[in-house]
């Protein structure tokens, strides 16, 4: 069931989605200091880290959206974070589906639950906004995440980065974009 206000809590099969505050700071330590999650979103200090935080709380109280920290419903195991953010996109306002897990965690399902999530989310809550996801082209784990969510390709952009086989972050790394399919096309 959606919940009734978009700052609410979501509560999916396996998980709890908590709207990010600044009190999520030291989960989100504890998360960005994985190895695997530095790496794709890295580096992080942890002032870059309560900065994010902050930024995040901002979000929620001005755009009324943003990114949730994911604990595991049943024992309250920090599982990763992610969801929406609103961001501008060459002229348009779109929403910007994400997914970070844990390095433990990963391959069991949780990135694909945090997504679909996120959708239903912004199909009660935004549903004129268009969602699109992106990553670095050879971000081969969350591309997989993006085609099981069933959104479309839709070529490749630009920005902040890294680029295979190359030390450090690049200004102008090639990142894969994809959108969700519009439902009047998606069904036949
Ligand atoms: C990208 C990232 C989130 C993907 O995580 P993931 O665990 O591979 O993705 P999912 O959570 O959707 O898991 C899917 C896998 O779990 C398996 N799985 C196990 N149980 C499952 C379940 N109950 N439901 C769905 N899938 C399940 C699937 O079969 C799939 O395995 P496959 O890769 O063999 O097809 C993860 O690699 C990560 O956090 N990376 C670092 C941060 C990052 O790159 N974030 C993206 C920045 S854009």
Redo the contacts with the bound molecule.
Sequence with gaps: MAPAEGTDPVLT??LLLTPIGIEHSDDLERLYS?P??D???GPWTPLDVRAWAQDMADRWASDGVGKWVAHDRSDGTLV?R?GLSRVVLGDKTVLEV??????E???????????RAALGWAATFFPDFPVV????VH?L??V??MR?LGLESSGVIYREGLVEGQPGLHARAPFALYRQVPTDRASP
């Design positions: 099969d396996r994985d695997l999650v790496h794709w979103t990763g992610g994400g997914w970070v897990v844990r390095d965690l990963t391959g069991r399902g949780y990135a694909s639950e945090i997504g996801a992106f990553t670095e971000n784990a969350s997989a995440v099981r």
